[in-house]
T-cell receptor, first 112, second 115 residues
């Protein structure tokens, strides 16, 4: 099973601040994903990457951006946080082939 | 477009009772199917998956699921529920989109276990 880490686990921040949510995996997986999940709701894909220097937007429109400079690292950035960004953000990774996605513990973001 | 339906938003069972969580999918081809469990404030943990072959798959924590193509279903079962099984359960279908295989999740079923 993949080891996948997210920091911070909890973040409370004021409107207008720039934030970066970190996600790292140690299994050498090519593919990485960011999901957004509101309380009691399903997960929605907001970004994914199938390798270094490759990123795509997911099904749910998001004002966040991502980068993939290293295989193991897939950070998500919000240039100017707003209360509507309050949610849980889950990172996942998978290998090639019939891939199974493995999830990190999530970052719960609150924007005041 | 693919979709996943979990018709039960919330299920309550007594400890030791059997459990079945329903999942129906809509997809043009044979999908890859998954069940995940999420404890409060945590990420998702994979319970089991179906790619091909035997339609009855075994997972962790004593869970199993059966793929029924004719019913487009992938129901999760456990013969005897433990209090620690209380959590939210998500069914997901894997589809291919370009070079990345994406997951579409159901809305989840919240399981409460009574002592």
């Amino acid at each position: 099973e993949a080891d996948i880490y997210q920091t911070p686990r909890y973040l409370v921040i004021g409107t207008g601040k720039k934030i970066t949510l970190e996600c790292s995996q140690t299994m050498g997986h090519d593919k990485m994903y960011w999901y957004q999940q509101d309380p009691g709701m399903e997960l929605h894909l907001i970004h994914y990457s199938y390798g270094v220097n490759s990123t795509e937007k997911g099904d749910l429109s998001s004002e966040s951006t991502v980068s993939r400079i290293r295989t193991e690292h897939f950070p998500l950035t919000l240039e100017s946080a707003r209360p509507s960004h309050t949610s849980q953000y889950l990172c996942a990774s998978s290998s090639r082939g019939p891939d199974t996605q493995y999830f990190g513990p999530g970052t719960r973001l609150t924007v005041l | 477009a693919q979709s996943v339906t979990q018709p039960d938003i919330h299920i309550t069972v007594s400890e030791g009772a059997s459990l079945e969580l329903r999942c129906n999918y809509s997809y043009g081809a044979t999908p890859y199917l998954f069940w995940y469990v999420q404890s409060p404030g945590q990420g998702l943990q994979l319970l089991l998956k179906y790619f091909s072959g035997d339609t009855l798959v075994q997972g962790i924590k004593g869970f199993e699921a059966e793929f029924k193509r004719s019913q487009s279903s992938f129901n999760l079962r456990k013969p005897s529920v433990h209090w620690s099984d209380a959590a939210e359960y998500f069914c997901a279908v894997g589809i291919s989109s370009g070079s990345a295989r994406q997951l579409t999740f159901g809305s989840g079923t919240q399981l409460t276990v009574l002592p």
